[in-house]
């Protein structure tokens, strides 16, 4: 009896993880679906063309597609597989380093969820208090109020001009865009020019995010 039992719950079992091993896919492949829809939409009711020097990217995971130039290298292994952070990378430094640009989604703190306003103004605070002059400004980003900081990062003999992007997908999820050169770079000017020209490109699924957030167990 005991060793049909064992049998009967050795044949159940991986049974029931397919199971719920396919819905979670099915799930996920569908909102990955949705996303790409909407997005594709959004793109066209914007009207926004498409530029031979730069290329398409799209990201259901985060529910955005933006296009970036082709010159420039994509850093985004974990953003397709998990949904976790990508990079668009400019050049590589001697030392290194990268220049260029890093998209992460990140939460937000509660007592900010409801007060934008404080958020913006303790993140300005901090900034000034590290690196002495920071300003904030309102930009808009896929038709979305969103802020972008301005501020300058010593580095050694140098100095790093950066722009942080900040944007609510949802009132509890940020999309942080951080952008940084170095102030006497030679490529400066047409840096700045791909940035501001990557960040016009961004279209945001805000059906699906708003969809999320709705299923979330945690609103």
């Known amino acids: 009896m005991r060793k049909e039992i064992a049998v009967a719950l050795i044949t ?22 949705k ?4 997005l594709a939409e959004k793109r066209l009711s914007y009207g926004q063309s498409q530029n031979p020097n730069f ?6 995971n985060y529910g955005i ?4 130039p082709r010159s420039w290298t994509v850093e985004d ?7 976790g952070e990508f990079s668009l990378v400019s ?6 380093g990268a220049i260029g640009m890093n998209f992460r989604l990140r939460p937000v703190q509660p007592n900010y969820v409801n007060n934008l306003a404080a958020q913006i103004e303790n993140q300005l605070t901090t900034f000034k208090a590290n690196f002495g002059t920071a300003s904030a400004s309102d930009v808009t980003i896929s038709g979305l109020p969103a802020k972008v ?7 050694g003999k140098r100095k790093m001009a950066a722009r942080q992007y900040w944007l609510r997908v949802v009132p509890d999820v940020q999309l942080q865009i951080l952008s940084a050169n170095y102030t006497d770079a030679a490529d400066r000017q047409q840096f700045w020019k791909d940035v501001e ?4 490109s961004i279209i945001v699924a805000t059906d699906v995010w708003a969809l999320r957030y709705k299923k979330s167990p945690g609103t």
């Open 55 to 60: 290329k398409e990217l799209q990201y259901s």
């Open 149 to 155: 900081f301005e501020y300058e990062v010593p580095t």
């Open 197 to 200: 020209q990557i960040i016009s």
């Open 65 to 68: 597609s933006l296009q970036a």
């Open 77 to 83: 292994g974990p953003a397709r597989l998990a949904g």
């Open 91 to 96: 050049r590589y430094e001697d030392t290194l």
């Open 35 to 38: 996303a790409r829809s909407e």
């Open 12 to 33: 159940i079992i991986p049974a029931c993880l397919t199971a719920v091993l396919g819905y979670l896919g099915g799930a996920s492949s569908t909102d990955a679906s």
